[in-house]
């Protein structure tokens, strides 16, 4: 079946632009997370939703970043006035629920936000 | 959360085990140890992950010693599509990953 995808794959936003990400995960899939991965780290948790809730947004860096999941399944991260700090692979992640036994998260290729 | 150690960077020579060692000292007693894997431009993926016994899949081996304080991943022969970089995760809760900075691991020719 088919996995999770993210569009686009690349972005350049001049500095100042609002951008918007779009995740789609695996059909069925309860949880959905976004993660950023800056050059050479490990990604980083942004905000995780069970359905069409937001649980957690602990990790977003600043109330410019926004995401929603309105129907509980596609999801769309957005970045308002983007600024070169931002620059980085933006990574959506689902898994099928809750039990920690059952907690892989399968990952979408990423999208590669270049600020300039 | 436990913090994990992990080595940089390993070689390893095609055909041959890869071992990846991830100290988590301060891992508590209901966190489970993930491993994933990070192929270069793609999204990490996920390899196994155990809690107290030793596990094994079609991917690897997972080791856990048994005061649970450190753990070894093993890729039993390597390829040359093995290379990337490898998280351990230690996780308790239901789904915070917290993924470090892994071992990034060559695998050569």
């Known amino acids: 079946g088919a996995g999770v995808s993210q569009s686009p794959r690349y972005k350049v936003a001049k500095r100042g632009q609002d951008v918007a990400l779009r995740c789609d995960p695996i059909s069925g899939h309860v949880s959905l997370f976004w993660y950023q991965q800056a050059l050479g780290q490990g990604p980083e948790f942004l905000t995780y939703f069970q359905n069409e809730a937001q649980l957690d947004k602990s990790g977003l860096p600043s109330d410019r970043f926004f995401a929603e999941r309105p129907e509980g399944s596609v999801s769309t991260l957005k970045i308002q006035r983007t600024q070169q700090e931002d620059s980085a692979v933006y990574l959506c992640?689902?898994?099928?629920?809750?039990?920690?036994?059952?907690?892989?998260?399968?990952f979408g290729p990423g999208t590669r936000l270049t600020v300039l | 959360d436990a913090k994990t150690t992990q080595p940089p960077s390993m070689d390893c020579a095609e055909g041959r085990a890869a071992n990846l060692p991830c100290n988590h000292s301060?891992?508590?007693?209901?966190?489970?140890v993930y491993w994933y894997r990070q192929i270069h431009s793609q999204g990490p993926q996920y390899i196994i992950h155990?809690?107290?016994n030793n596990e094994t899949n079609e991917m690897a081996s997972l080791i856990i010693t048994e005061d649970r304080k450190s753990s070894t991943l093993i890729l039993p022969h390597a390829t040359l599509r093995d290379t990337a970089v490898y998280y351990c995760i230690p996780l308790s809760g239901t789904y915070k990953y917290i993924f470090g900075t892994g071992t990034r691991l060559k695998v050569l020719a």
């Open positions: 992640a689902s898994s099928l629920g809750f039990q920690q036994t059952y907690n892989e998260q399968f």
């Open positions: 155990g809690l107290k």
């Open positions: 301060t891992i508590s007693g209901n966190e489970y």
